[in-house]
């Protein structure tokens, strides 16, 4: 990952194609060791390839992956009707409980006698 951040700085500022040595300058610049064989693959891998156009290719990609705030909205809304119902019901004896509570103030005394 780290190789590949820095590769995406090298672009953004202008080097369309930066080297291994570009990198490893970028990464030592800020005291992080590289991993030669790591990066090496990313290389061969991006090699020829448009920065731009992978950016928008992964962008695309991503949009198509579940997210947990998107996914988990709408699988509760399918799930609200049954669940609402036993919700109810849990509600039910909760206001049993709070009579029951009020009860407690017929003990002869108030909160602020």
Do not use: C, W
């Not at 290719?57 to 609402?84: C, I, R």
Request: glycine share 16%.
């Amino acid at each position: 990952m780290k190789h590949l951040a820095a590769y995406l700085l090298l672009g953004l500022g202008g080097n369309t194609s930066p080297s291994s040595e570009d990198i490893k300058s970028v990464l030592e610049s800020v005291g992080i060791e590289t991993d030669d064989e790591r990066l090496e693959k990313l290389l061969s891998e991006l090699k020829g390839k448009d920065l731009q156009q992978l950016i928008q290719e992964g962008s695309g990609k991503l949009a198509s992956v579940p997210s947990g705030g998107a996914g988990g909205a709408s699988a509760g809304g399918a799930a609200a009707p049954a669940g609402g119902a036993a919700a109810e019901e849990e509600e039910k004896p909760a206001e049993k409980e709070e009579e029951k509570e009020e009860s407690d103030e017929d003990m002869g005394f108030g909160l602020f006698d």
